[in-house]
């Protein structure tokens, strides 16, 4: 049977592609593909797709931000005639050859009803929140800078894309996490606002940082040269108080990244923002690293037991989170690496780090071990817990006369 794949929503809505029997077709927006897109949120090679008789299958190919089929995430599958495939912006339609132009039938239309793509939500409103720009872009949505209506005040809104929400017990998850973080403060992480859902949109609003994440931070540093050893104690001290508050409430943060910590321009304090929304989406790409939503540049500050099935996750997972941010900053490169996901994954679990000193030669040897023994593969051989690293960090700046601000 002869198939089209009918794109209704994107930035190539109305463009068909045609499928012969047993073909397979790459769609993604590289030159490689077959099926080629000018969504920017697509991956190059992002999903193959082929048929053989009645047996359509398709496969995601490790893609950036996953492919959806009638709003669950895939990664190889069979999929149905009319199934609704949703990639980056893009929504498409699998139909057989000449059934017409789906793109105007009133099925199609509902499909689409109220559904924006997130780019498009500048200037509405969710909850008590007009959205101005966006300000950053994850995996899992956008965070846009936000007005607060009600209150008066500024405010950064992270709005979740709408497929990792898609079912009741993907939302109760949602809220659960949400509430469970709402009466959580400190000065160390940024504060959640509220939380909500508008129409297939749900949202979490949080205060409003004015700096950099330390990725950005890595980044420019990586160019101009790396950051001063003190300055990266700082940024330990103040993440392992963000930490230290999370383990008093028995809530493990799970995704310690340069991208998940912010450093404010005033004062350059550190603090840990998207506390909980690891679990909020778990059974969604927070569930499995080898899930293809998960973005590679993250696998490298993962703790080796994060990137097995069925291994405990705890604090010292976090722990090491930390321990690889601050290897980062030091040297200008996250611990490991590797030209693959396989690979990466492979040093991740049994790749020994050089020592920061082969990068850096002024960093304090006292420091340096601290930060390895958080690098340790086995959990039992890091530090515990974030207070046993902050008295640590403490004896530290005691020796070299630095003050840790608390």
Not at 308 to 321: F, K
Request: glycine share 8%.
């Amino acid at each position: 049977m002869d198939l089209q794949l009918t794109i209704f929503a994107g930035p190539d809505a109305g463009r068909v592609c045609d499928i012969g029997d047993g073909q397979t077709v790459i769609v993604g927006r590289g030159d490689k593909s077959d099926f080629r897109l000018a969504d920017p949120s697509v991956s190059r090679i992002h999903f193959e797709l082929g048929n053989r008789d009645e047996e359509y299958v398709i496969s995601d190919r490790g893609s950036s931000s996953g492919t959806f089929v009638d709003g669950k995430q895939i990664m190889t599958g069979t999929i149905n005639l009319d199934s609704v495939i949703q990639i980056g912006d893009t929504r498409i339609r699998l139909n057989k050859k000449n059934k017409g132009d789906y793109t105007n039938s009133p099925v199609n239309q509902a499909d689409v009803e109220g559904v924006k793509p997130l780019k498009k939500l500048i200037g509405t409103q969710l909850g008590p929140y007009e959205l101005l720009e966006i300000i950053g872009k994850g995996n899992n949505g956008l965070v846009f800078k936000a007005r607060d209506a009600e209150k008066n005040r500024i405010a950064a809104v992270k709005v979740l894309t709408p497929q990792f929400t898609a079912n009741d017990e993907q939302r109760q998850r949602f809220v659960r996490a949400m509430r469970t973080m709402l009466p959580i403060k400190d000065p160390r992480i940024v504060d959640l606002y509220n939380a909500g859902k508008n129409g297939p949109y749900c949202w979490a609003a949080m205060e409003y940082i004015d700096g950099e994440n330390l990725s950005e931070l890595i980044e420019r540093t990586g160019i101009e040269g790396m950051l001063d050893w003190k300055k990266v104690w700082q940024i330990a001290v103040d993440v392992a108080r963000a930490l230290n508050k999370g383990y008093e409430n028995k809530i493990i943060h799970r995704n310690v990244t340069p991208a998940n910590i912010l450093r404010r321009h005033s004062d350059k304090a550190c603090l840990l923002g998207d506390f909980m929304l690891a679990k909020a989406l778990e059974g969604t790409l927070a569930q499995q690293v080898t899930q293809p939503g998960q973005l590679l540049g993250d696998i490298p500050y993962m703790a080796p037991e994060r990137t097995r099935a069925n291994m405990e996750v705890d604090t010292r997972s976090d722990l090491y989170g930390l321990g690889a941010t601050c290897y980062a900053l030091l040297t200008g490169r996250p611990p490991v690496s590797g030209d693959s996901l396989v690979e990466t994954l492979s040093n991740v679990r049994d790749e020994t780090p050089r020592a920061p000193k082969s990068y850096q030669l002024a960093i304090n040897d006292l420091f340096e071990g601290i930060v390895m023994q958080l690098l340790e593969k086995n959990p039992d051989n890091r530090l515990q817990t974030p207070s046993d690293l902050i008295k640590e960090l403490v004896r530290i700046g005691r020796y070299q006369s630095l003050d840790p601000g608390f």
